[in-house]
């Protein structure tokens, strides 16, 4: 295993406090695999020394690690645990390891995403109100004119299923939606080249989810997003394989 000095300074955005400098470095340490589950990190006397900073800010540091649930604090020092194990809150910094992001783990979050949806769409479509069923379809009639990309229609998509989100008032699907969302969808815009669907696909997914609001039919909405996600796992898969 490579020595802990010897991996290269990171820069760190200026607002940031010593101690979360010190907890992203051995974090993505952590997620990189140069510590074996069970291993026992340095000790914050040694983590101090490394960083040239105080044991407090260590101690902090990796207090914000054992809540990502990589560490194990224990009276002996912090020992490893499985990245399996850990908060959904790793996964932004796992995506952002690398110059691309990991396609297994990409093709996971849309997987996700896909699943999210369809549960949203079935259960809100039903409940509707007139109210809601209106606000909808003025939503989706909107988006006729940001058809030509993904990334153009994508602010209109995430308010519609949003909205889908508010309907289904299901608080667990929405936190979870929500964290996922604001840990991948900033990362893959960031990607070159960007995965486009065609016009014709973007305007299929549309017309299929006015049908079902229209209808009332929830199994139609989902089945439209269901189409969508699996274009885009495609796309994305591509794109990752030519970045």
Do not use: C, W, Y
């Not at 109100?129 to 909107?142: F, H, K, P, V």
């Not at 998509?157 to 289904?168: D, E, N, S, V, Y």
């Not at 969808?185 to 014709?200: A, D, F, T």
Request: charged share 25%; no cysteine.
């Amino acid at each position: 295993m490579s020595s802990m000095n010897s991996i290269s300074q990171i820069k760190v955005p200026p607002l940031m406090t010593r101690s979360h400098e010190i907890a992203s470095v051995v974090r993505d340490e952590i997620l990189r695999g140069q510590f074996r589950p069970g291993e026992r990190l340095p000790s914050e006397r040694d983590l101090a020394a490394r960083f040239g900073a105080s044991r407090g800010a260590v101690r902090e540091a990796l207090s914000q690690i054992e809540q990502l649930r990589l560490i194990d604090i224990q009276p002996g020092g912090a020992r490893i645990k499985e990245v399996n194990d850990a908060s959904i809150a790793v996964l932004g910094p796992l995506l952002g390891m690398g110059s691309i992001p990991d396609a297994d783990l990409v093709d996971q979050f849309l997987d996700t995403f896909s699943v999210l949806a369809r549960f949203t769409a079935t259960r809100a479509i039903p409940k509707l109100s007139e109210a809601q069923r209106i606000d909808l379809l003025t939503q989706l009639d909107s988006m006729a004119d940001d058809l030509d990309s993904v990334e153009s229609l994508q602010p209109k998509m995430r308010a519609f299923l949003m909205t889908l989100g508010g309907i289904a008032d299901n608080l667990v699907v929405r936190l979870i939606s929500n964290d996922l969302q604001a840990q991948f969808v900033e990362r893959m815009l960031q990607l070159h080249p960007r995965p486009s669907l065609k016009p014709e696909s973007l305007r299929e997914l549309v017309a299929g989810m006015r049908l079902g609001v229209q209808n009332g039919d929830g199994e139609a909405v989902a089945s439209a997003l269901d189409v969508h996600f699996l274009s885009m796992r495609a796309l994305v898969a591509q794109a990752l394989a030519s970045a």
